[in-house]
């Protein structure tokens, strides 16, 4: 039965209605795509507003075809599911790319008279006009066919390189009392076989309570090590390759490198702003990073008499330690005001005042028993539905993240979003209680900016070095007292006191030059893979790291075997410090008072529900009455 307009989707409710609803759904959407395309070359005497109005509804199609497709990869318990959607995701994305080299097509819109388009249809031109020459519809004959057997490799391999990672959980085993330091509630949910030993996973749940808590150096470095060879060396070619495919495409198309390509869409603009504003981040992190160094080495040697430097598997524990001992912060105290249901209610909560809404529970079929589902409401109108899947199982994404289920057009269907995270059903560390709140931000960005009559436009579509913006943004409600004094209770029924989040909050400051500069290795490791193109991998990977960084990299990692972003973000991973110089200005609109409700309605009608109708610089530029500056990350940088 079709789905009814403004009705949210009709979910599957058994295993086999699952696996037509991922073969036949995308199916279905790119038939619909293919008549389109069919009717625009057939139809000559359309006007262009007409020839827009369709291309639009086949920017809906495609949209409705790939987002459910790209979820249910990553998470369905099925794998025949897995599979299926898999391969429709693949199809979408070669439909779209074969779109893109069609001559008859670019025909329909190279040369269109445009003197009677509104100027959203103006916009919309350009940028439909945009994607034509940037697909290679120009190219010669040999050329054009090239970049489309690469556009498909590219595709093939991003998939292949996402579900290497997926399914390639490690674990170690280690004596039980390895343990020490780890809290009581983890030490109880791992108990010790009949050898004494206790066996840990790569999961976020084993992970961050382990390099956070473990005094034992060589458990730390263990589980890191572990980690940091997720699907290797499974990756290590599909990587290679990956990066030889986009090299040679972004040559055929006439761009310096893929960093060029990728960049000519978003805010910075080119491959060398990239290059400049890196610089610039190492240049503003380098003498709060250096000063913090030395006082992390100094305290892991006090542990560890004959270290020589500190790793990333002793980064946390020793700013952990550090922490708990000069700032009189004890994480193992914080976390046990963040049991995960509180947790859960206190960010809709909190959300639910900042931005208006109300989250209505909802009884609905989903792919998995764990999977919370609400409407998004607002008075009497429903704006949208979220569904929760927040907890690790083997085959489901490993990360954290927010996907797209149905794209929203105004009049017609209501979006859909959905968070894929890994969250312990007991205790969460205040991180990933920020992390809560981080993916949160893009889910309610979604639902709220999913209201536009351009597909292409709607729910979190804007520039992709803006969209962390938002999200950054929310993170702030998490370290808030009056936010978190609403639901971080302990067990005693005791709020976290105020006090207490304030020293929280001085903490924070220390190591934040440090943590910028971790974060800088990533984006060098994402942009120089695609400019260098080093035949080392590991080598390389492994010089931008120690480069970027005072804090080492442990010996043989192959860290970018599990470097999801590689596929989603390419070279531009330098997007979540360009989004957080954005995303502190945004936030000094709202002074001392987080719930003012004027600079929150101001925010969410400026900022969130335009989605993508206008460049991201005209949006910041409207809600702060000015240009974005890079003066609120320079004072927060500083620990201020």
Known sequence: MPDSPLNPLSLPRDLDQWRRFAEERPAERLDRVAAIDARLIAEPDLSLRDRLALWNE????????????????????????????????????????????????????????????EPDELRFLSHVQRDFRRGGVDLADADRERVRELTDRDTALSLTFSRNIREGRRTIRVPATALDGLPADFIDAHPADDEGMVTLTT???????????????????????????????????????????????????????????ETET?????????????????????????????????????????????????????????????????????????????????????????????????????????????????GDERLGRIHLDLHPRDGKYSHAACFGLAPGITGRTLPESVLLCNFSRGLLEHDEVVTFFHEFGHLVHDILGGHQRWGRWTGVATEWDFVEAPSQLLEEWAWDAEALASFAVNDAGEPIPAELVARMRTADGFGRGLEVTRQLGHATTSYRLHVDRPSDLAAAVDGYYRAASPVAPLDGAHSYAGFGHLTGYGACYYTYQWSLVIARDLLSAFGDDLFDVETATRYRREILEPGGTRDARDLVAEFLGRETSFDAYAVWLAGE
């Open 58 to 117: 086949a920017d809906i199609a495609l949209a409705e075809a790939a987002a459910p497709s790209h979820l249910l990869s990553e998470s369905h318990p099925d794998p025949a599911v897995r599979d299926a959607a898999e391969k429709q995701a693949q199809a979408v994305d070669a439909a779209q790319s074969r779109r893109l080299l069609d001559r008859d097509l670019w025909r329909v819109f190279a040369d269109a008279d445009a003197a009677d388009l």
């Open 203 to 261: 999961e976020y749940t084993d992970l961050m309570p382990v390099r956070e808590y473990a005094r034992d150096r060589s458990l730390r470095h263990a589980l890191m090590g572990a980690y940091n060879d997720l699907a290797w060396p499974d990756n290590e070619p599909v990587l290679a390759e990956l990066l030889a495919v986009r090299a040679e495409r972004a040559a055929l198309l006439g761009y310096g490198d893929w960093a060029d390509f």
């Open 266 to 378: 978003r805010m910075i603009g080119s491959s060398a702003a990239v290059d400049s504003f890196l610089t610039r981040i190492a240049d503003a992190a380098a003498p709060a990073a250096a000063t913090e160094y030395a006082r992390v080495l100094e305290r892991l040697r006090r542990d560890e008499p004959g270290a020589d430097r500190v790793t990333i598997a002793d980064f946390w524990y020793v700013l952990s330690a550090l922490k708990r001992e000069e700032y009189d912060v004890d994480a193992q105290l914080v976390r046990s005001y963040f049991r995960f249901d509180r947790v859960l209610e206190g960010v809709l909560a909190t959300t639910a005042r900042l931005l208006d809404v109300q989250y209505v529970p909802v009884e609905a079929p989903s792919w998995h028993a764990d999977v919370r589902t609400y409407d998004v409401v607002r």
